[in-house]
């Protein structure tokens, strides 16, 4: 996503942000809720709602934006709001893999566990990357979000799609005692192991994208 689009979703957000904040809500207050709305999407997805849990992922994904909408709009940015969004957001993002986790464990398959855990790890890598390159001075600003093939609203995405798709694919839950070796049934775990795997594999090359950007700064640095 290209700087100018993010700059065009939020003059569409501000209003709906600005209209959240008249009815009291702080900017802090929507980044509790926000966090809330993936803690629910995880919920689901545990309970092998996939559909459900995929269209709520990307609600949160929406409603994620509100919070630093209505913080600009307002005058309210600070450095504590930045902090709390970084932080519940990747703390939502974890939550949403670990009910994916427990959903796929309760239909007894393996596979969309461990790629689940690999997805995970590889989207907090590409988040870490961000946060130390920029604490030691690299990249200011928002500069690094703008490196790499999946930051966080490419894999929810990706995410979203492969938990609507597995909802779609589900079969009848009295039909599950025949085991994961069905083939419609099989079709419910593939859907997820793909989006699973390419965000693990996007997310990878991502992380590494950042971690070259990073290093050519530091050569720059020592040549300038």
């Known amino acids: 996503m ?6 065009r979703i939020r003059g569409l957000i501000t209003p709906i942000a600005v209209g959240l904040g008249r009815v009291g809500l702080t900017p802090n207050a929507l980044t509790i809720i926000g966090f809330g709305i993936a803690c629910v999407a995880a919920a689901l997805a545990a309970n092998q709602l996939w559909l459900a849990a995929g269209l709520l992922v990307v609600f949160g994904g929406v409603f ?3 919070d630093g909408a209505l913080a600009r709009a307002t005058n309210q940015a600070s450095t504590l709001g930045a902090f709390m969004d970084s932080v519940f957001d990747r703390w939502g993002e974890a939550v949403v893999y670990v009910g994916i986790v427990w959903g796929t464990l309760q ?3 393996e596979r969309p566990v461990v790629l ?9 890598m590409v988040s870490y990357t961000r946060a130390k390159a920029e604490s030691l001075g690299f990249t200011p600003g928002t500069g690094m979000a703008n490196v790499g093939l999946a930051p966080r609203e490419v894999r929810i995405a990706i995410l979203t799609v492969g938990l609507i798709a597995a909802g779609l694919l589900a079969v009848d839950p009295a039909s599950l005692d025949e085991g994961a070796d069905g083939g419609a049934y099989a079709l419910e775990a593939v859907a997820l192991e793909i989006s699973l795997g390419l965000i693990a594999v996007l997310a990878t ?9 990073t290093i050519n700064q530091g050569r720059s640095r020592n040549h300038g």
């Open 64 to 66: 994620d934006l509100f």
């Open 2 to 7: 290209t700087p100018e689009t993010r700059a």
């Open 107 to 109: 239909l007894g398959y």
């Open 205 to 213: 090359i991502t992380t590494s994208q950042r971690i070259v950007h």
């Open 116 to 124: 689940a855990g690999a997805a995970m790890a590889s989207a907090f």
